[in-house]
């Protein structure tokens, strides 16, 4: 990357952060929302799911006892191998005293959904391939299944993937994730739920070439991004949010 292209990148980011910290608890999604406006939304987009969860708990409209989680484990093997970490993150919400059921958005139909997510109190999306992620979701009808359901109050958690489809677009995610696994997604278009695109493992040694091409990409096409970190999540709560950082 140039001198100046990283002069160029280092200014938006700071200047996006200087933004977000005027703008803490009175941030305004109902331009992310385009015509979906509801003081009811309640959303916590994570770059790592597990290391923040007990934040996120803590902010849930309720207690876990006795309520389910509707766990997305689609994005984390589109080879069709389950990675440990998803079984671990189950068990640790299964102890904390959440009902947890495991759900493949690949093996249904929209037919399938009302059935599938009927006892669903909270939405939890996991990480792993963004464009298969979007691909399923699309496929199975749960983008739209999932938005109504959102503006009817039910909470949504997504890490990673699970977060970065609710922006915009998703594009950029050609950068860091294998294509050839999403051989049937026919456009980038993500759910339009929050308005900026989530930049996650933002921290990560490892993330830093990929971020490379991501951010002149940004830039050359004007996107508009948050970046997180794995101890940071956005929360999004009725027309409000804010980027919280858990020590």
């Given amino acids: 990357m140039k001198n100046g292209l990283l002069i160029t990148c280092l200014v938006f980011l700071i200047t996006s952060c200087s933004n977000y910290s005027k703008s803490k608890g009175n941030s305004k999604t109902s331009n992310a929302i385009n015509s979906i406006e509801s003081p009811r939304i309640t959303l916590f987009l994570t770059s790592s799911s597990s290391a ?37 993150e189950m068990e ?25 997510f009927s006892e669903c109190d909270l939405f939890w999306v996991c990480g792993g391939n963004t464009l298969y992620l979007l691909q399923e979701v699309r496929r199975s009808g749960f983008d739209n299944f999932v938005t109504n359901k959102i503006l009817e109050g039910i909470p949504y958690v997504g890490s990673s993937a699970g977060s970065i489809i609710l922006g915009p677009d998703v594009e950029f995610e050609r950068f860091a994730c294998d294509i ?33 091409d991501i951010l002149k990409f940004s830039l050359d096409n004007s996107k508009s991004f948050v970046t997180l970190h794995d101890n940071q999540f956005i929360y999004i709560n009725g027309e409000h949010w804010q980027v919280i950082d858990v020590k």
């Fill in 180 to 212: 050839t696994e999403a051989p049937n997604l026919t456009s980038y278009e993500g759910l339009n739920i929050f308005p900026f695109s989530t930049y996650v493992h933002f921290d990560k040694p490892w993330a830093k070439e990929v971020y490379k």
């Fill in 92 to 116: 640790t919400l299964f102890n904390l005293g959440f009902k947890v059921k495991s759900i493949d958005l690949a093996i249904l139909e929209p037919e399938d959904l009302e059935e599938a």
């Fill in 52 to 88: 923040v969860s007990s934040k996120v708990i803590s902010l849930l409209p309720f207690k876990p006892n006795d309520r389910t989680i509707c766990y997305i484990r689609t994005a984390g093997f589109p080879d069709g191998n389950v990675p440990p970490s998803l079984n671990s």
